[in-house]
């Protein structure tokens, strides 16, 4: 499976007949030298400048069966090559300290790739560069938008096509293979050239993962046999949607009772304030110390109780950042627990008219500490799901217990934090039947986080953050081994003029059917942005998309066996299924749910009529029952009929024609 040619100065790998790394004298493979970063951090965002001191290129090469040795002058990288389980094992030795070091892959000009991560504004990375490092992901994310403007006018928090709350240095190649380098450091994965791809990273990685395979569905279940894949997700949420709602306890059962009462299949109240809240001019934010608020929900396990005998589960929220002199932060700092800064004090984090410390989860006391405040706080309540928010604020100027710098270890801080969640289900024997949802990530993640959530979008129509840019975030993760993901229905982030319109709730709620579980957010600024219990037009929408949600749960929850045993993702790109369709690759704005429904969300305002691409293959409408066999076609989508497609030879299609008949 491994080749190893060299002839005059021109060396040439292949793996399973596929290049995988051409190097010459002129044009190397490696490059190793020193720079120094310059990083302005601020509430989560991240500017980063990069001055590279030296790059030296490795051009002299030495071949000594399957190890391979890169030279120039006393600098000598050891690439040791292996084929372990039919994959390509690659581990990197540099002879001198380096701390910049870049890898050239062999790239075909026309070649697609997926992955690093959640990208949100391109699905096929192909012609731009991906800097990834965990950060806020940016309010609008494009520069010449008026609410980028504002954003970084205002808050530097405007955010650009690449920034990202989960980085990851993976990816799938149109090529059928995957790769992965084994960092989390800083790095930028630069896929514009025609012949190479190029990664820098902030230190010299370990080595790289390289499989390929015939098929993409093969590909996926042996990407994340090496990953790992989540448990299956709670059942409940197969019958419902989870409200989220707050306010104290009876005001968020009046709300439960107002959807039900309209016919709203309801499986979970998300009551983030559960811990408490406080007003800031971003809006209302919750109040950091995790632990019960009791005079805004008074009572909470017994009515939880009583909530689970009629199908309807609790949820809440929790971060790894404590509000300064409360109880759980003086706790913590009397034990030792907390990051501290170079004075060695506790470091408190800015979240913006508040500051919090830090749990260490590098130091294994404070990490087992604050998984036991999981369980007794959260899992022993009663409490079923939660946000496990805020992974990747990490201060790049503190100092860890384990003492790795914390800029090389904020990329993998994020899967700390999910690893932190996850032993404090599986330690309570609830996996399975307890779950929480994450917007931060890195490698590692696809096993430790139960499900992904897109994050903050902004409450608009704009690509770049408002509802489209949760398809492409959903199938970049998706490929890269995450199978479950979803979004607030609705968006969150409310600022300099934005605001939620009953349209764009209805539109992301229709969409949010066709995800691995549908749940509501009232948004940063709930007084100002359209909420659904104030709409008796929109309740009953949301009761006729609960209800179709229900009639696919036997279709849904064999997508669910389908990602934990086989790695698939819920929403699939289209050349996940259709290999040889050219154009299937570049879509990002539709996709599969599972492979036999084919779904392409409205995203734009106003819109009535649709163009829709189908792969060639035996279409029925799922609204009007009508047949079509591929190409470009053209569909109504009123409010309530985004274009949704199920293949005719589909062993679900009793079920898909039940809902032609009762819901078109």
């Known amino acids: 499976m491994l080749k190893i040619i060299q002839q005059n100065e021109q060396l040439s790998i292949y793996f399973k007949d596929e290049l995988i790394i051409h190097h010459t004298t002129k044009e190397p493979a490696f490059f190793v030298g020193e720079g120094k970063e310059t990083i302005d951090s601020y509430r989560g965002n991240f500017d980063i400048d990069d001055y590279i001191k030296t790059r030296i290129p490795l051009s002299q090469v030495e071949v000594n069966e399957h190890t391979v040795i890169f030279r120039h002058d006393d600098l000598e990288l050891t690439l040791s090559l292996s084929v372990e389980e039919n994959r390509l094992v690659g581990k990197f030795f540099l002879n001198q300290p380096m701390n910049r070091f870049w890898f050239r892959l062999y790239a075909d000009k026309e070649e697609s790739v997926y992955g690093c991560g959640e990208q949100s504004s391109y699905f096929n990375l192909k012609g731009r560069d991906f800097p990834l490092f965990t950060s806020e992901s ?311 986080a139960t499900s992904l959530w897109a994050g903050d979008q902004s409450v608009n129509w704009e690509i770049h953050d408002g509802i489209a840019s949760t398809i492409p975030a959903a199938l970049s993760s998706g490929i890269i081994g995450n199978p479950f993901t979803h979004s607030d229905i609705g968006g969150y982030t409310s600022l300099h003029g934005n605001i939620r319109s009953k349209e764009l709730f209805d539109r992301w709620c229709e969409m949010n059917v066709f995800t691995s579980y549908m749940r509501t957010h009232e948004g940063n600024r709930p007084k100002e942005n359209f909420q659904f219990y104030h709409d008796d037009d929109t309740l009953n929408h949301m009761a006729r998309m609960t209800q179709i949600r229900l009639a696919l749960k036997p279709y849904i929850k064999h997508l669910f066996h389908e990602a934990t045993l086989l790695g698939f993702p819920v929403q699939r790109p289209l050349f996940f299924h259709y290999e040889k369709d050219e154009k299937a690759y570049q879509l990002q704005y539709q996709y599969l749910f599972g492979k036999d429904m084919m779904v392409k969300p409205v995203v734009t305002e106003h819109q009535e009529k649709m163009d829709v691409y189908l792969p060639d293959d035996d279409w029925i409408h799922l609204w009007t029952g009508i047949h079509y066999q591929g190409g470009i076609i053209t569909v109504d989508c009123p409010v309530g009929y985004p274009p949704v497609f199920y293949r005719k030879k589909s062993s679900f299609a009793f079920i898909f024609e039940s809902i032609t008949k009762t819901y078109r």
Request: proline residues 4%; charged residues 20%.
């Open 138 to 448: 940016g309010v609008g994310r494009d520069p010449n938008s008026l609410t980028t403007f504002y954003a970084n006018l205002k808050d530097k928090a405007g955010g650009y096509y690449y920034s990202t709350y989960y980085p990851e240095t993976s990816f799938v190649s149109s090529r059928k293979y995957w790769f992965h380098l084994d960092t989390y450091a800083y790095s930028i994965f630069n896929f514009k050239h025609t012949n190479f791809h190029e990664f820098l990273t902030w230190e010299v990685p370990q080595g790289f993962i390289l499989s390929k395979k015939n098929h993409y569905t093969e590909l996926l279940t042996d990407l994340t046999d090496v990953t790992g894949r989540p448990p299956l997700l709670p059942d409940y949420l197969l019958d419902g949607m989870v409200l989220g709602v707050q306010g104290g306890l009876d005001q968020v059962l009046s709300y439960l009772k107002q959807a039900k009462d309209k016919g709203v299949n309801v499986s979970g109240l998300w009551c983030q304030d559960w811990a408490g809240y406080r007003f800031t001019t971003f809006g209302k934010r919750l109040y950091w110390n995790w632990k019960l608020n009791e005079s805004l929900y008074p009572n909470l396990p017994n009515v939880i109780k009583e909530l689970e005998k009629e199908n309807v589960h609790f949820l809440s929220y929790i971060c790894p950042f404590l509000l300064e002199n409360e109880s759980l932060f003086l706790e913590a700092e009397s034990q030792g627990f907390l990051v501290l800064n170079q004075k060695n004090e506790s470091y408190k984090e800015d979240f913006g008219e508040f500051y919090c410390g830090i749990v260490d989860l590098t130091n294994p006391d404070a990490y087992d500490w604050y998984k036991g405040i999981i369980k007794k706080n959260l899992i022993a309540l009663g409490i079923r799901g939660w946000m496990a928010d805020f992974g990747e604020y990490l201060p790049i100027d503190c100092k860890l217990h384990n003492e790795v710098d914390a800029v090389l270890m904020h990329n993998e801080w994020p899967v700390l934090w999910a690893k932190c969640n996850y032993e404090a289900v599986a330690e309570t024997n609830n996996l399975g039947k307890v779950f929480y949802f994450m917007r931060a990530g890195g490698y590692g993640s696809q096993r430790y």
